[in-house]
């Protein structure tokens, strides 16, 4: 019986990993959240007895502690997939020029230093485990060569993203002596509230770009995360399997 964990589970893509997963009785779900009291993952948790749902603030260092000590009893057979979902976007199309600081700077804490937080705390687990991944959810726009033609968008996302990725590779390049692999993933552009505001840009610039809803971008995630090779490890995804540039 595989085992998840995903940050971020009680919204959009996140949720949709839970829900696609939980189907499955073979896999056995922990739903990460801030809060217990999301409405949506306590009716899906009253259906399905694989689906648990665990308190985690990736933000706070005790929260990450405390939800260590109430999954490992759950998880006799260690954690094969961390799947760090959790992200905010909030100055989508602020200008480098206005951007407020302080927001900024908290944005790349919790797509960098937060990640970091969660994954090495779970680490010990997801090594006694026999699959051994983790996954970071990034984004296209955190490639260099793609974030550049698309000019004003995403500024302090594309930033935070990129670091993002610089985590998930670097750290790979240690990981795999131990049999754990990692990933940074772009699920493709989704049909939820943080990829909202570029829509009027990408409406006039690349109408081909396909929008996913986001159970569809949740699937992306589950593929690409099942069919990672250690050999493969630290690579950047796109969304229909093929590698992105850094």
């Not at 485990?129 to 968008?153: H, P, R």
């Amino acid at each position: 019986m595989p085992s998840w964990l995903i940050t971020g589970a009680n919204r959009g893509i996140g949720f949709n990993i839970v829900d696609i997963l939980s189907k499955d009785e073979s896999n056995f779900v922990l739903a990460g959240t801030r809060s217990l009291d999301a409405p949506e993952l306590q009716a899906l948790a009253a259906k399905r007895s694989n689906l648990k749902l665990l308190q985690l603030d990736i933000s706070s260092q005790e929260s990450v502690d405390k939800a260590v000590e109430t999954a490992t009893p759950l998880l006799p057979n260690g954690l094969d997939y961390l799947v760090n979902n959790a992200g905010k976007n909030p100055q989508p199309n602020t200008s480098f020029e206005e951007l407020n600081l302080d927001e900024f700077a908290d944005e790349i804490t919790f797509s960098t230093v937060d990640p970091l937080r969660v994954s090495r705390a779970f680490l010990p687990l997801v090594k006694k485990s026999e699959i051994k991944k983790i996954i970071f959810i990034s984004s296209v726009l955190a490639s260099s060569q793609i974030t550049f033609m698309m000019a004003g968008q995403f500024n302090a996302y594309s930033v935070a993203k990129a670091a993002l990725n610089m985590l998930a590779h670097k750290w790979a390049a240690t990981l795999k002596y131990e049999g754990v692999s990692t990933a940074a993933i772009h699920p493709g552009w989704s049909q939820t509230p943080l990829g909202e505001g570029i829509n009027d840009w990408m409406a006039k610039y690349a109408p081909h770009v396909p929008h996913f809803p986001p159970e569809a971008a949740a699937a992306n995630v589950i593929k690409i995360s099942e069919a990672l090779t250690l050999e493969k490890t630290g690579a950047f995804w796109h969304f229909d399997g093929t590698n992105l540039p850094w």
